[in-house]
């Protein structure tokens, strides 16, 4: 049973871009590795961008700084 785990900055992605995500790594598992779709688990985490850091400063920080350049 592959378990996958998407972690994206909670910006904005639709409930239907998620499902694709979920649609397109299961059939991804299928195809490479021949897993069972029916069993296979994806879940989308969703992170808050001052919980997230890059080059040692939030994500928050970077986003303001490219709007300022």
């Known amino acids: ?3 996958v785990n998407i972690k ?3 910006e904005g ?3 239907e871009q998620k ?3 979920i649609r ?3 059939e ?3 195809d490479v590795l021949g897993k069972n779709p029916r069993t296979t688990v994806v879940v ?3 992170v808050e961008t001052d919980n997230w ?3 040692g400063e939030p994500v928050t920080a970077l986003r303001r700084k490219q709007k300022e350049a």
């Open 1 to 3: 049973m592959p378990y």
């Open 8 to 10: 994206i900055t909670k």
């Open 13 to 15: 992605a639709t409930p």
């Open 19 to 21: 499902a694709l995500l």
């Open 24 to 26: 397109g790594v299961t």
């Open 28 to 30: 991804l598992l299928a």
């Open 44 to 46: 989308v985490d969703e």
């Open 53 to 55: 850091g890059i080059g």
